[in-house]
């Protein structure tokens, strides 16, 4: 007996990698490996003991044809069929593992598939294609082992934005088919935004001929340009109903179900472009939005809106057999309802209090028709406030605190919160990243996320679904583009929903992903699996100390120091780099005798200021410098899409005093600014920087301006105080605030805040 799991009862699994075969995600609830192999090749058949499932062995026959080029044969059982060495699929409504559970046991004469639904089934199949060596063709050898298998939670869901951009039905597909390889059971499909219209609605042609086409979309990143600058591009796409039918057809034959989004009362202007009388000012002229964000201009709470979404509705229900629609609900600025005579009248008549309730109004309204439809509602946890439509489910993205207080109120809860299941995140180093939305979200980080609240008692748990990961598609204008960003990360939420509670551990899946990665044939999945992060810690004697690390537990970590590109013949990273002086480590892992591409490239600042402790006169918030290390930990901000290394300071001046520990010669003190000014973000009015040898007495002051053009595209800006040949224990730097943003800007008359890094003090 080779390898022995019982993941129900273990914390971590452990098996032997070298032998490469059973590299299974999500790993099943309880596994057993053993002896022996099964030889797969066209002369094998797949033999079906129910008419029903005989299609479940059709799309797993296609399966394995796509990705080998072998042929599997689907047959009826029979005695003849019964002793071969065959795939068995087989109907046992006796087994008790659930809808979608299986038991699966492969030896070297046969393979068994037995569940009490056709889903379950297909679920085994999966696992049978996983078990596959990557690269197989003509012939395979399954490695015996045996199986019995169900998920944690019954939702296991990503859902891609087609409205920001639009993605062909080929890609959805393709999406389709690695959400079920990965045995993913639910597709959120959001169809509607302020940025385009994406489902064809008879009643109402102009949605897509108005609706689905975009002027242009902003360039760079959204606070990148000041003003905003556009492509000129024009975007459009929608689905025909009968490209809906087609999609969901197949989504079905994988077991998907596929949850459309409509949304409302907000991310409405495309609708409105169409429709302007839908409007609570129908004559300012609405246009398909081209600006990311949020926009000011929502459905108007009138009965001819209604009307309208009920006819939406009823065409999207005839489109979609699942369960839920999805109505979005999310980010709704209450602007143009607070300026509606119509709609403070409305509330009036209604006793709503404010425009939170009004809200709930509309969601209440909307509720009532589809539960008369015979569906339900889906809505992001905004729909919390003002009081919850009675049988809503809530799928809780501004953190969990929505999906807790959902819980507790005894309304069914999707998990998604931003932090860990949103996919349009950085998943690298930003400065050499695609561009994306901001944030940080490693593949670790996401692995590591844990779907079920702990502030839910016993009997509440019942109530969280399960999670869903979200692709926001703003910066994914191709499909390869989502590709890269949805994968592997998509994959750790896909065990995270399936694997039971308390077995996950990284460097297992890591190990097992690494694997299985070889089967994504076509698939631009991103290589961070392979990342090399560095910190830095204090050294003896001034210097600094390096610390790589890498998520790869398998690679080697070569480097140089002296700006080359590392090759073979690169020394090891075995533990903390010692640097006496400025230097630019290059670094990539290595396995094998091959680069596994992982990859670094820093610059570490070595100073007389690094790793010296410092105060700030003026507290600034808690999140811009919590352990008051930033400013001295010899790493740069080296760009505005990210703020991880940079101190930022909101609506303040800045007071800050370091201490070099001793009375030194200080010649020159430089620190870095950013702009980034339609986010707020103005460099100080002016900084000024002076020496000291007691800390009381402050002298040698040298103030300049920060000086740059308001206009063009964000900025690192640097500030150099050239003491020459003073002499100081103490450097103080106050940088004043640049006041309130000018009148010409987004956000006249709001605080400004500006972003600091590095005092290299040389």
Request: hydrophobic share 35%.
């Amino acid at each position: 007996m080779k390898h022995l799991l019982f993941l129900l009862l273990l914390s971590s699994t452990v098996f032997a990698q070298s032998e490469n075969e059973y590299n299974l995600i999500p790993f099943p609830a309880r596994f057993l490996g053993q002896n022996g192999q099964f030889p797969l090749s066209a002369t094998t058949r797949i033999v079906v003991s129910d008419p029903t499932v005989k299609a479940v062995a059709q799309t797993f026959a296609g399966q394995v044809k796509a990705s080998t080029g072998i042929t599997l044969t689907v047959a009826s059982a029979s005695p003849a069929l019964t002793k071969g060495a065959n795939v068995f699929f087989t109907l046992n409504k006796k087994l008790a593992v659930g809808d979608e559970g299986y038991k699966l046991t492969v030896t070297p004469t046969r393979v068994q598939a037995e569940a009490s639904t056709p889903k379950g089934l297909f679920y085994a199949a999966q696992t049978i294609r996983q078990l596959i060596p990557p690269g197989a063709s003509a012939t395979a050898a399954l490695p015996a082992c045996a199986i019995t298998d169900k998920p944690r939670f019954g939702y296991r869901g990503l859902m891609l934005d087609v409205g920001r951009h639009f993605m062909p039905v080929a890609f959805v597909k393709k999406f389709i088919d690695l959400m079920a390889m990965h045995k993913q059971n639910t597709f959120h499909w959001h169809l509607t935004e302020d940025q385009g219209w994406r489902i064809e609605i008879k009643k109402y042609p102009k949605l897509t001929q108005i609706g689905s086409k975009r002027a242009e979309s902003i360039v760079g990143q959204y606070y990148q340009n000041y003003p905003q600058q556009f492509d000129g591009k024009p975007i459009s796409g929608f689905y025909t109903q009968e490209e809906i039918k087609d999609v969901v057809r197949y989504a079905q034959s994988r077991f998907v179900t596929i949850i459309p989004e409509i949304e409302m009362p907000g991310h409405a202007q495309a609708a409105l472009a169409a429709y302007p009388e839908l409007g609570c000012d129908p004559a300012k002229g609405y246009q398909v939005f081209t600006k990311w964000g949020v926009s000011e201009d929502v459905y108007c709470p009138s009965e001819k809106t209604f009307t309208f979404l009920q006819d939406v509705l009823t065409e999207v229900i005839a489109l979609f057999p699942g369960k839920y629609i999805h109505i979005g609900g999310d980010e709704c600025p209450k602007t143009a309802w607070k300026q509606s005579a119509f709609c403070q009248e409305l509330m009036k008549k209604n006793n709503l209090k404010d425009e939170h309730e009004l809200q709930s109004y509309f969601i209440r309204r909307i509720e009532k028709f589809l539960n008369s439809k015979g569906r339900s509602i889906i809505g992001w946890d905004e729909i919390l406030e003002g009081g919850l439509a009675p049988n809503a489910t809530v799928m809780s993205w501004r953190g969990t605190e929505g999906g807790i207080a959902a819980a507790k109120q005894k309304h069914n809860v999707i998990m998604t919160p931003g932090g860990t299941c949103y996919l349009d995140q950085y998943q690298g180093n930003p400065a050499t990243e695609p561009l994306a939305i901001g944030g940080y979200l490693p593949l670790d980080k996401v692995y590591g996320y844990e779907p079920m609240p702990t502030e839910l008692a016993t009997a509440e748990q019942k109530y969280v679904l399960g999670v869903q990961g979200n692709i926001w598609t703003e910066y994914m204008p191709t499909a390869e583009s989502v590709e890269y960003m949805a994968f592997p990360r998509a994959i750790a939420l896909a065990e995270i929903g399936w694997m039971q509670a308390g077995t996950h551990n990284f460097e297992d899946f890591s190990q097992r992903l690494k694997n299985h990665l070889p089967r994504l044939k076509n698939v631009n999945y991103a290589k961070r699996l392979f990342d090399i992060t560095a910190s830095t810690q204090a050294g003896d004697q001034g210097q600094i100390q390096v610390v790589l690390k890498k998520l790869d537990s398998d690679s080697r970590i070569l480097y140089t120091t002296n700006g080359k590109e590392p090759n073979e013949q690169s020394p090891e990273y075995i533990g903390p780099i010692t640097l006496t002086k400025t230097t630019t480590i290059r670094a990539k892992t290595w396995t094998g005798g091959q680069p596994t591409g992982g990859q670094l490239t820093q610059t570490f600042v070595l100073h007389k200021g690094k790793n010296k402790p410092y105060t700030y006169g003026t507290p600034l918030d808690k999140y811009s410098d919590p352990k008051s290390a930033k400013l001295t930990d010899g790493v740069r901000g080296d760009t505005p899409r990210s703020r991880q290394e940079w101190v930022n300071v909101y609506g303040n001046d800045m007071d800050v005093t370091l201490d070099l520990g001793s009375v030194t010669s200080v010649t020159k003190v430089s620190l870095n600014f950013l702009k980034v000014i339609l986010e707020k973000g103005f460099p100080p009015k002016s900084v000024e920087i002076a020496l000291s040898k007691d800390g009381s007495d402050f002298k040698e002051a040298i103030a300049q301006p920060v000086v740059y053009e308001l206009n063009g595209p964000w900025a690192i800006l640097p500030v150099v105080a050239d003491f020459k040949t003073a002499r100081a224990r103490y450097v103080r730097i106050q940088a004043k605030n640049a006041g309130i943003c000018p009148p010409e800007h987004p956000n006249a008359g709001e605080k400004t805040w500006f972003s600091i890094d590095e005092i290299v003090v040389e």
